[in-house]
């Protein structure tokens, strides 16, 4: 018989974790608490958001301390991650948890898995990077810094054994989250929206920076909708206080904008009472994706950060959005940089609710992807963490034998 893993004995199973920004808290939390279940004496601590804190995780600083987008971006907040991170690994080796989990941020965590393992230290990342988009290269030295690999996205697993590092796909946990069939009804009486108007959510990112980015041209597409439809609801909801004032603060400068109901958080109660959605990148695309709404989804970054991914030819894949790369085709429009405007945005989006049975289609598909995705996500993450920690059975005899 196998020793047990880590923290099942007398000793607690103590974890180092990173999650960065809103979507890797809410990975974080559903995480801990599935190591909890498996593991009653559990230690968390590191760089968490407010819903990993509720988890029982110490926060040793806010998860919104690493959130930074874009190559260029990254440059200007250098200094301060690099100290960041220089402190993070002193703590880390001083208390000598039996794992290290990063969780996104792969910028931020790998070089941080980097001198845990060498130090001895177990070392996952939840979330691949996505080196099947580009920069490939990168592929080699995660398999040498990282023990295992936790993937949301079918095929990267795949990605991963063609390398030969191990990866596993674990689903996604927002899949289990969110409802095959989401109750529009009640997330429009809890939002007191009127039953029978035509509702449309704008989500600009829970990044200050993907708000500063993108708050114009998404409330120009409100106007250029509300233009052609003067009944139309519109509704977004905001990441944190920041964005918040960010984004009433574009509607307050912008003549001609349509009344927008800002909400406080509240994303999925948004995207189940929306007809349709102005989405930025990220999360949230696969959000919508889930709840089955129609889409277009936009992409801005810095200038700089534009020129290097395109002179550079850094992009390996024809899309960028999840429910385009899920599909490995284009279920949804995609807006680049310059394409991003407030007409482009509207128009597209319009085009998609005009025709009830493309709108039908397109949910049938989405309702597909979500059952792929739908596999227990935060549970088979925990399960493959701890046997990752757990002796192989020879190890474990080796170490019975040596205390005899």
Same mark, same amino acid.
């Given at each position: 018989?196998?020793? +047990?893993?880590?923290?099942?004995?007398?000793?607690?199973?103590?974890?180092?974790?990173?999650?960065?920004?809103?979507?890797?808290?809410?990975?974080?939390?559903?995480?801990?608490?599935?190591?909890?279940?498996?593991?009653?004496?559990?230690?968390?601590?590191?760089?968490?958001?407010?819903?990993?804190?509720?988890?029982?995780?110490?926060?040793?600083?806010?998860?919104? /301390?690493?959130?930074?987008?874009?190559?260029?971006?990254?440059?200007?907040?250098?200094?301060?991650?690099? %100290?960041?991170?220089?402190?993070? &690994?002193?703590?880390?080796?001083?208390?000598?948890?039996?794992?290290?989990?990063?969780?996104?941020?792969?910028?931020?965590?790998?070089?941080?898995?980097?001198?845990? %393992?060498?130090?001895?230290?177990?070392?996952? !990342? #939840?979330?691949?990077? !996505?080196?099947?988009?580009?920069?490939?290269?990168?592929?080699?030295?995660? $398999?040498?810094?990282?023990?295992?690999?936790?993937?949301?996205? +079918? @095929?990267?697993?795949? @990605? #991963?054994?063609?390398?030969?590092?191990?990866?596993? @796909?674990?689903?996604?946990?927002?899949?289990?989250?969110?409802?095959?069939?989401?109750?529009?009804?009640?997330?429009?009486?809890?939002?007191?929206?009127?039953?029978?108007?035509?509702?449309?959510?704008?989500?600009?990112? /829970?990044?200050?920076?993907?708000?500063?980015?993108?708050?114009?041209?998404?409330?120009?597409?409100?106007?250029?909708?509300?233009?052609?439809?003067?009944?139309?609801?519109?509704?977004?909801?905001?990441? /944190?206080?920041?964005?918040?004032?960010? @984004?009433?603060?574009?509607?307050?400068?912008?003549?001609?904008?349509?009344?927008?109901?800002?909400?406080?958080?509240?994303?999925?109660?948004?995207?189940?009472?929306?007809?349709?959605?102005?989405?930025? /990148? *990220?999360?949230?695309?696969?959000?919508?994706?889930?709840?089955?709404?129609?889409?277009?989804?936009? #992409?801005?970054?810095?200038?700089?950060?534009?020129?290097?991914?395109?002179?550079? *030819?850094?992009?390996?894949?024809? #899309?960028?959005?999840?429910?385009?790369?899920?599909?490995?085709?284009?279920?949804?429009?995609?807006?680049?940089?310059? !394409?991003?405007?407030?007409?482009?945005?509207?128009?597209?989006?319009?085009?998609?609710? %005009?025709?009830?049975?493309?709108?039908?289609?397109? &949910?049938?598909?989405?309702?597909?992807?979500?059952?792929?995705?739908?596999?227990? $996500?935060?549970?088979?993450?925990?399960?493959?963490?701890?046997?990752?920690?757990? +002796?192989?059975?020879?190890?474990?005899?080796?170490?019975?034998?040596?205390?005899?």
């Amino acid at each position: 018989m196998s020793a +047990p893993p880590a923290g099942t004995d007398a000793a607690p199973l103590r974890v180092a974790i990173v999650a960065g920004e809103h979507s890797g808290d809410q990975l974080g939390a559903a995480l801990i608490e599935a190591l909890r279940a498996r593991v009653p004496r559990l230690e968390c601590f590191g760089v968490a958001g407010p819903k990993m804190v509720a988890a029982g995780c110490e926060a040793w600083a806010g998860a919104d /301390s690493i959130a930074v987008m874009g190559l260029a971006e990254v440059v200007r907040h250098l200094p301060r991650l690099l %100290k960041l991170r220089a402190q993070l &690994r002193r703590r880390f080796l001083a208390a000598r948890p039996d794992v290290f989990i990063g969780i996104d941020s792969p910028e931020f965590n790998l070089a941080l898995a980097a001198g845990l %393992k060498r130090a001895g230290i177990r070392t996952v !990342q #939840y979330v691949s990077p !996505q080196v099947w988009a580009w920069r490939q290269g990168r592929v080699r030295t995660i $398999g040498r810094d990282c023990d295992l690999v936790l993937c949301l996205l +079918p @095929f990267e697993s795949a @990605f #991963y054994a063609e390398h030969a590092v191990r990866a596993e @796909f674990v689903g996604h946990p927002l899949a289990d989250q969110i409802p095959l069939e989401p109750d529009a009804a009640a997330a429009r009486a809890a939002l007191g929206l009127p039953p029978a108007v035509r509702v449309v959510a704008l989500l600009p990112g /829970s990044r200050l920076s993907e708000v500063t980015r993108l708050a114009r041209p998404f409330i120009a597409a409100a106007a250029h909708i509300a233009a052609q439809d003067a009944t139309v609801r519109f509704i977004a909801p905001m990441a /944190s206080g920041a964005t918040r004032e960010a @984004f009433a603060r574009e509607v307050a400068q912008l003549e001609g904008a349509p009344h927008i109901q800002l909400l406080d958080g509240q994303a999925q109660t948004a995207l189940a009472a929306a007809d349709g959605a102005v989405v930025a /990148s *990220g999360t949230a695309t696969l959000e919508t994706l889930l709840t089955g709404r129609p889409m277009v989804v936009a #992409y801005r970054v810095s200038a700089a950060t534009a020129f290097l991914l395109r002179t550079l *030819g850094l992009v390996k894949v024809r #899309y960028f959005s999840q429910p385009n790369l899920l599909a490995g085709r284009a279920l949804v429009p995609e807006f680049f940089q310059e !394409q991003v405007s407030g007409a482009a945005l509207g128009e597209a989006l319009l085009e998609q609710l %005009k025709d009830a049975d493309q709108v039908r289609a397109l &949910r049938e598909e989405f309702t597909a992807i979500h059952r792929r995705l739908r596999l227990g $996500g935060a549970a088979r993450a925990a399960d493959a963490i701890l046997s990752l920690l757990a +002796p192989a059975p020879q190890a474990a005899a080796d170490a019975r034998a040596a205390r005899l």
